[in-house]
Each structure stands twice: as C-alpha cells, then as structure tokens.
C-alpha cells in the first residue's frame, strides 16, 4: 500500500532535518579542531566563513577586533554583497551604541539581531544607525574573552527582500562566535607572548652587550691603572696604552702629545702612530699653534671633526697651519686633565670612509683620557719618587733597620698591651665569680637551714602518727609550719636563681663577642645585679633612667665591660673617702642612636688628668693596684667595638659625667 503524500513530505523534512543536523555537528566540529591549533587568523576567518556559508546564507559576513591601543577596530575579516572590504590593517574610531550596531554589540557585550523594519523605523526618528546598505536581517555576536568582556564583533547579514534567519541559526551562530572567540584570543595571547619574549630577548641582549661593554671597559681602566704602578719606560707605557686603547676604539691612528706649560708653550708627541705620516722624534717640540691638537687644548673640550665640520673651522679662522695629513674620515680629539691641570691631548682618527666615530666614541675617549691622565700623572711621579729613592738608598738602610728595630719594640708593647687588658678582664670576671658566690651563699644557707627544719618537723609528725597523738591542732601547726617554711625555701630558691642567671648572663656576654637584641633596661639591671656585692656594705647608690622598650643590636659582652668598668672606676677613685656617693645612668634613644649618660658626684678630676684619662697605663692609683687600663678599655670598646662615641667632662664639685652614643644597629664592620 502506497504511502500518503504528507507522511512522504515529513519523512523527506525528517532526513533533510537530520542532514543538516549531521553537517552541524561535523563543521562544529571541524572549526572546534582549527580554532585549538590555530596559528593563522586570517586563514581561520575564511575557513569559519566558508564553514558558516555551509549551513546558513553568509554571502555578507564580517569580523570586527577592537584594538585598545589605537582606541578603535579593525575589520580583519570581510566579504559583502554591495560594499568593497576595507583594509583589515586600518583602524576605525569605535563608534557609540547608538551610532553603529557593531559598537552596540561591542560595548554591551551581548547579541544583536535586527531587521530591516527596525533599522528604517530607527533612522525615520532621525537616529540614524550604521552607515553603508541596510540589511535585510542583521545578525551580530559579540567575542568575549575568558575575563568577561567584548574585545570585537562577528557579523553576517542577508540583503534579499523578505530574507529572515532562522532561530536555529542565530544559536548555531552563536555557537561559531565562541569558537573564534577562543581561537582570536589564543593567537593573540600567543602572539603577545612571542613579542613579549622577543622584547625582553632583545633588552637583554643590550643589557648583555651593555654589561660586557663595561667589563671591557672596567678591564681597560683597570689595565691602565696598574700601568702607573709597573717599573717600565714610558715608551713601553705609551705603546701598552695604545694596545688597550685598541680594545675599545678604532685605534691605527693615534698620537699622545704633552703640553709642557713652560714660558714657550710648547708640545711634544712621545707616542705617534699613523699609516699616512712618519714617525716623530721623541725629542720633537714645537708651540701648542692653531692646529687640530691646539684647538682641543684652548677649549680644554673633547673635539669630534669630521671632514664637513673641519672645513667649516678652516674657512671660520678658528683652524690654520695644520700639520699632518689632513685627509681624515674623522678625527677625535680629548683632552688629558688631572686636577685642573691640562696635560696633554689624546688623538684618534680615521683615514677608512667606512670607519668613523660617533659621539658615544668621544664620550668613551674623554672617559679614557681621564683615567689615562691620573695614570700618566702617578707614572710621572713615581719616576721621580724612583730617581728620589735611588738617590737616598743608602740612607734608607740605616732608617730600616731602626724601623724594624721600632716595630719589634711596637710589637712587643701590643702582646703586652694585650696581655693586660686580658688579665684586666679576668680579673674582673674573677672578682665577678667571687662576688656572686658570696652573694649566693646567703639565700641558699637560708633555703638549708630551712630544709632542716623542715626534716625536724617531719620526724615529729612521724613520732606522734603511731602514738596516736596526733591531734587535729598539731596537725594544722605542722601544715602551717610547712607552708612558712615552703615559701622561705621558693623565696630564697628564685632569688639565687636570679642572681646566678644574671651572672651566667653576664660573664657569658663577657666572653662572646656576638651581635644579639638587648633589650637596654633589663640588661643594664643584669649587670647592676652583677656587681652588687661591689657596693653592697657601702652606702654607695645606682640609679638608672631607661625606658623598658628601648632595645639596641649589638655586642653585649663589650656593652656590660664598659658599664662594669665605669662602677668599678667610681667605687675605687671618685668614692675614695665618700661614704655615701651615688651613681646615675641616664638612657634615650632617637631613630638612629642611643644616648647613655654615666655621672657619678664623687671627687672628680683635674683638666690635666682627664685629658689623659683614655690613655692606656694612666692611673692616679699607681702601687695601689690600678693597672691604668680601665677607662682605655671603655674608650676602645665603645670607639671600636660598639662603633660609637664616648666623651668625659668633670664639672666642678659633680664628679665625672661621661656621655656615650651608640647605634641601634651595630654596623657589620664595627662588629
């Protein structure tokens, strides 16, 4: 039985339906793979176009980017029916919403589909939109990147009367935008990449270029520097010159002329090299004239001349009776100065049309010439001071010989220096050791003593327990006793404690010459703690001013010898006599320095005596036991050490008031 016409009709719409669909899917498919290796865009765009025009009418199409750094878009892609396709390099002002529907798509970042209705009602407003022939149906997309924003448009467009796209077109359409959307900002990742990558290769290849230019450079100044110190002549002086001038500059010709400022104004040439003229006798003088050389020496200015420049100079006045052959490529001219004194001019010039100099050469010259001048300077002195030292040579051995003689009694004053100032500093570690162990002794014969007790009332308790004597009264007096007895032993326990951690402290930092935080106020206490069997049976008083958050970097072995040595000094000279004297130490700080003020109100000091009182061995304590290193200790170790400063004045009837500044931060060489 045959079948009826509309299930005919259906199964044909159903295979032709399916047919497209199968296209679909392969197209989708195939610009999916392009747009992931895609390397050419303009290939891309018509193999998408081409792709398009396979399942939808895209006679008229066209893909617009948005270049941000010329504020406008570029038509990179487009074919149209009745317009002629603009060159995709030209960049066209990016137009507002309501002028163009491609700058609406662009701008808002969202799809625009419009027909020729909606164009013709917009324009008869006298909003006119776009520009050009006005299409039937108006399809744009806008391309957005993976940030979220439109960086151009994809468009197609049919002109034929009445033509419409089809829903299923404007979403496979859209489906395209996303596909090129991913290819345009890929190749233009990639493409920022390799500029990127091209740039940077290119700066560090200058940097590169740079960097070896300048070692050249440093090498050549360094060459020319050691030239002044090597025990050669001049004349292999002026040609090892010449060699290194070679290493940085065109140099086959080259002359070195000295002005001799004598009452004739004279020059020589002691080193001339040149492929057109010969060679100068080395005794060869003649006036400074109004040459080329004579030219840079009245300036006193670098000179580059080329043939045009020269002429111009000639016909000028400023250049007559020049000598030598004049038919140069260029010629550059700087003169040799060394503090303010002019004493030559150094020359290099070209005879190769193909060779010349620029003014980086000359700055290069002048920069050499300097170095050259101060070389040539101490070559020319160390000559004389030679001929000088060959002239006193025998006197000399007799001078060295008293000089090792003196160096050996130096030497020998230094081991004994040193050995002093060492006994000095275990002395007083000793005198450390020996103070707190007396110190100690006291809080722990209390922490036995009550121990003892504390044994006895056990024993007690332990009789009574089995007797059955034990009473509630004697029990809460055993435990009232214990606790007593308890907080004797904490007591007496944290305050050896204390005393001993000070002391290990102290005589650690005593001992090391490390750089740690200190924090001032606690520190200065440790010490103080340190000394206290010092002062202990005297009436003698510490007061110290520091403010708790005060914190200095530096060495704080050093920091508590100086302060160790400034209570000893006043116990045992400024009290000597005083019952009752007292001590003040003063601290503040700024951004950069602590300020450490040291008074005592005992005795004083005369003007004669506290000039000398850093003097290493001075002491008004001579046969008593001074060794007279104390105070040369404090300057030592404050001015070197601690890298600071220490002043002393004696005000009369205020004893001595010494005033040390330290940094913050103890610099890496103080240390």
């Given at each position: 039985?045959?079948?009826?016409?509309?299930?005919?009709?259906?199964?044909?719409?159903?295979?032709?339906?399916?047919?497209?669909?199968?296209?679909?899917?392969?197209?989708?498919?195939?610009?999916?793979?392009?747009?992931?290796?895609?390397?050419?865009?303009?290939?891309?765009?018509?193999?998408?176009?081409?792709?398009?025009?396979?399942?939808?009418?895209?006679?008229s199409f066209y893909i617009a980017l948005l270049d941000e750094s010329a504020k406008g878009i570029r038509f990179v892609y487009r074919t149209d029916e009745k317009e002629a396709s603009p060159d995709p390099a030209k960049v066209f002002p990016l137009q507002t919403e309501d002028e163009s529907p491609t700058a609406w798509v662009i701008r808002r970042g969202e799809r625009l589909c419009i027909t020729i209705d909606e164009i013709?009602?917009?324009?008869?407003?006298?909003?006119?939109?776009?520009?050009?022939?006005?299409?039937?149906?108006?399809?744009?997309?806008?391309?957005?990147?993976?940030?979220?924003?439109?960086?151009?448009?994809?468009?197609?467009?049919?002109?034929?009367?009445?033509?419409?796209?089809?829903?299923?077109?404007?979403?496979?359409?859209?489906?395209?935008?996303?596909?090129?959307?991913?290819?345009?900002?890929?190749?233009?990742?990639?493409?920022?990449?390799?500029?990127?990558?091209?740039?940077?290769?290119?700066?560090?290849?200058?940097?590169?270029?740079?960097?070896?230019?300048?070692?050249?450079?440093?090498?050549?100044?360094?060459?020319?520097?050691?030239?002044?110190?090597?025990?050669?002549?001049?004349?292999?002086?002026?040609?090892?010159?010449?060699?290194?001038?070679?290493?940085?500059?065109?140099?086959?010709?080259?002359?070195?002329?000295?002005?001799?400022?004598?009452?004739?104004?004279?020059?020589?040439?002691?080193?001339?090299?040149?492929?057109?003229?010969?060679?100068?006798?080395?005794?060869?003088?003649?006036?400074?004239?109004?040459?080329?050389?004579?030219?840079?020496?009245?300036?006193?200015?670098?000179?580059?001349?080329?043939?045009?420049?020269?002429?111009?100079?000639?016909?000028?006045?400023?250049?007559?009776?020049?000598?030598?052959?004049?038919?140069?490529?260029?010629?550059?001219?700087?003169?040799?100065?060394?503090?303010?004194?002019?004493?030559?001019?150094?020359?290099?010039?070209?005879?190769?049309?193909?060779?010349?100099?620029?003014?980086?050469?000359?700055?290069?010259?002048?920069?050499?010439?300097?170095?050259?001048?101060?070389?040539?300077?101490?070559?020319?002195?160390?000559?004389?001071?030679?001929?000088?030292?060959?002239?006193?040579?025998?006197?000399?051995?007799?001078?060295?010989?008293?000089?090792?003689?003196?160096?050996?009694?130096?030497?020998?004053?230094?081991?004994?220096?040193?050995?002093?100032?060492?006994?000095?500093?275990?002395?007083?570690?000793?005198?450390?050791?020996?103070?707190?162990?007396?110190?100690?002794?006291?809080?722990?014969?209390?922490?036995?003593?009550?121990?003892?007790?504390?044994?006895?009332?056990?024993?007690?308790?332990?009789?009574?327990?089995?007797?059955?004597?034990?009473?509630?009264?004697?029990?809460?007096?055993?435990?009232?006793?214990?606790?007593?007895?308890?907080?004797?032993?904490?007591?007496?326990?944290?305050?050896?404690?204390?005393?001993?951690?000070?002391?290990?402290?102290?005589?650690?930092?005593?001992?090391?010459?490390?750089?740690?935080?200190?924090?001032?106020?606690?520190?200065?206490?440790?010490?103080?703690?340190?000394?206290?069997p010092k002062f202990k049976r005297t009436g003698h008083t510490i007061e110290v001013s520091c403010d708790p958050k005060i914190h200095l970097r530096s060495i704080p072995g050093a920091l508590s010898q100086v302060i160790t040595n400034l209570v000893i000094n006043s116990i045992t000279h400024a009290f000597d006599g005083i019952d009752e004297g007292h001590i003040r130490i003063d601290v503040k700080s700024d951004d950069a320095?602590?300020?450490?003020?040291?008074?005592?109100?005992?005795?004083?000091?005369?003007?004669?005596?506290?000039?000398?009182?850093?003097?290493?061995?001075?002491?008004?304590?001579?046969?008593?036991?001074?060794?007279?290193?104390?105070?040369?200790?404090?300057?030592?170790?404050?001015?070197?050490?601690?890298?600071?400063?220490?002043?002393?004045?004696?005000?009369?009837?205020?004893?001595?008031?010494?005033?040390?500044?330290?940094?913050?931060?103890?610099?890496?060489?103080?240390?």
């Open positions: 039985m045959p079948k009826p016409m509309n299930a005919i009709a259906s199964q044909t719409q159903a295979d032709q339906r399916l047919a497209r669909l199968e296209a679909v899917q392969s197209i989708v498919l195939d610009i999916s793979r392009r747009s992931a290796h895609c390397r050419d865009l303009h290939a891309f765009f018509k193999d998408v176009h081409a792709a398009i025009g396979r399942i939808m009418c895209a006679n013709t009602s917009r324009n008869a407003k006298g909003r006119r939109w776009g520009s050009g022939a006005h299409a039937e149906h108006w399809i744009g997309m806008p391309l957005v990147g993976n940030d979220g924003s439109a960086f151009g448009a994809i468009v197609v467009q049919g002109y034929t009367p009445g033509f419409r796209y089809t829903d299923e077109d404007i979403a496979l359409f859209e489906l395209m935008s996303k596909h090129v959307a991913d290819a345009v900002e890929r190749v233009q990742f990639e493409a920022r990449l390799e500029h990127a990558i091209a740039e940077r290769t290119r700066v560090l290849e200058h940097e590169v270029a740079e960097r070896r230019h300048a070692e050249q450079l440093q090498r050549a100044l360094y060459e020319i520097s050691a030239l002044s110190v090597r025990d050669i002549d001049l004349d292999t002086f002026y040609a090892e010159l010449h060699r290194i001038l070679g290493e940085l500059l065109y140099a086959r010709n080259i002359a070195i002329m000295l002005y001799y400022n004598d009452e004739h104004d004279l020059v020589g040439f002691p080193y001339f090299v040149d492929e057109k003229d010969s060679d100068l006798p080395a005794n060869y003088r003649r006036p400074a004239g109004h040459g080329l050389t004579g030219f840079v020496l009245r300036t006193r200015m670098p000179q580059r001349i080329d043939q045009e420049r020269f002429q111009a100079l000639q016909d000028a006045g400023v250049l007559h009776h020049v000598l030598g052959s004049v038919d140069f490529t260029a010629w550059i001219g700087a003169p040799m100065i060394h503090q303010g004194k002019v004493l030559g001019v150094i020359i290099l010039q070209s005879y190769d049309p193909a060779i010349g100099y620029d003014d980086r050469d000359l700055s290069l010259l002048t920069f050499v010439a300097d170095h050259i001048a101060a070389a040539l300077s101490r070559k020319q002195a160390d000559d004389a001071l030679r001929a000088a030292h060959s002239f006193l040579a025998q006197g000399n051995e007799a001078l060295q010989a008293k000089n090792r003689q003196l160096e050996m009694t130096l030497n020998h004053l230094g081991i004994a220096q040193g050995e002093l100032v060492r006994q000095e500093k275990m002395a007083s570690l000793g005198a450390l050791v020996a103070g707190i162990a007396h110190e100690v002794n006291t809080p722990l014969g209390i922490c036995t003593t009550a121990v003892s007790l504390l044994a006895e009332e056990m024993k007690r308790l332990r009789q009574a327990l089995p007797e059955g004597q034990l009473a509630d009264d004697n029990m809460q007096a055993f435990f009232n006793s214990s606790d007593e007895l308890l907080r004797v032993l904490a007591s007496n326990t944290q305050r050896a404690s204390g005393l001993i951690r000070s002391f290990k402290q102290v005589a650690v930092d005593q001992s090391s010459h490390d750089v740690r935080d200190i924090a001032l106020a606690e520190y200065i206490e440790d010490v103080l703690k340190s000394l206290r320095r602590v300020t450490i003020k040291y008074q005592d109100d005992g005795s004083g000091m005369a003007p004669a005596a506290l000039r000398r009182l850093f003097e290493p061995f001075y002491t008004t304590k001579r046969g008593q036991g001074g060794s007279g290193l104390g105070a040369n200790i404090v300057y030592n170790l404050v001015t070197t050490k601690l890298g600071g400063t220490i002043n002393v004045d004696s005000p009369r009837g205020k004893g001595l008031r010494y005033i040390i500044r330290l940094p913050l931060e103890l610099a890496p060489l103080a240390s």
